[in-house]
């Protein structure tokens, strides 16, 4: 099959293409660079089966036929990034899936959209279900990145329901691994950056505060089962494992062997409280799971991060 994948260069989109191409199919990955890195498609330069297109999603484009897929995965994820671009935070969200959609339509292809778990917003219902409609504070620093992803939610399903088109919705708790941006903002990749480098570990609030997360293999695999299923409503992928962020800076510190200290800043608007994915529809439609145990996923993300922070040499 010929699938078009929007945000291809990112980290999440850049290990689709990879299991795409594994899988036989052919890949247009397009990114228009704004927060997707190019290294992390420099390994697909040449391939025969994969092209890459530079554009921006939230203007037209075509691509000839045969497209069997469309995946819509361009989005400023991190805080740092849709803090920093709210606005091409909320286009990407709207304008950008209007496109994607649209491109699907014309070519009949399939359409899946990530979405996140921060539909649920700081969440009264724990763990979230698919069924939980989320608390969101529709007007905070934080609602141009909830809301792009509700309205995209929304934009698809009105597509499928009016004109029939098959579609998808992952809902995304969080996910680590390789390629992850040290300067990312979030916690995993921040953790690591600062244990690596000998530098505190920061943790805003008084660590309380709960997450879940999932390496990217096992994230990757739950999209490309969720793709070829007939569930059109959300579902939650992510990993059920349950830990408090003091907890897990601890967990970095044992990993690394770092001597760095834990200081405390004080916590973001709207923070979550607590993240956790109730996982039983993936589990029940797509036999779907996590596999990769936190400290496997954590040791193969420090390996490519010491990489990074190596210094270069002659």
Known sequence: MRFVVSGAAGFIGSHLCDRLLAEGHTVVGVDNFLTGARSNLAHLAGRPHFQSIEHDVTRPFDVDPPVDGVIHMASLASPKDYLAHPIATLEVGSAGTSVMLNLARRRGARFLLTSTSECYGD????????????????????????????????????????????????????????????????????????????????????????????????LVDGLYRLMFSEERYPVNLGNPHEMTILEFARYIQRLTGSRSAIIFEPLPEDDPRQRRPDITKARQLLGWEPRISLEEGLRRTIEHFRSALAPVRP
């Open 123 to 218: 969440p009264a219902v724990h763990p979230q279900p698919e069924t939980y409609w989320g608390n969101v504070n529709p007007v905070g620093p934080r609602s141009c990145y909830d809301e792009s992803k509700r309205f995209a939610e929304a934009l698809t399903m009105a597509y499928h329901r009016a004109h029939g088109l098959r579609t998808n919705i992952a809902r995304i708790f969080n996910t680590y691994g390789p390629r992850m941006k040290l300067n990312d903002g979030r916690v995993v990749p921040s953790f690591l950056d600062q244990a690596l480098r000998g530098e505190p570990l920061t943790v805003f609030g008084d660590g309380s505060q709960t997450r879940s997360f999932c390496y990217v293999s096992d």
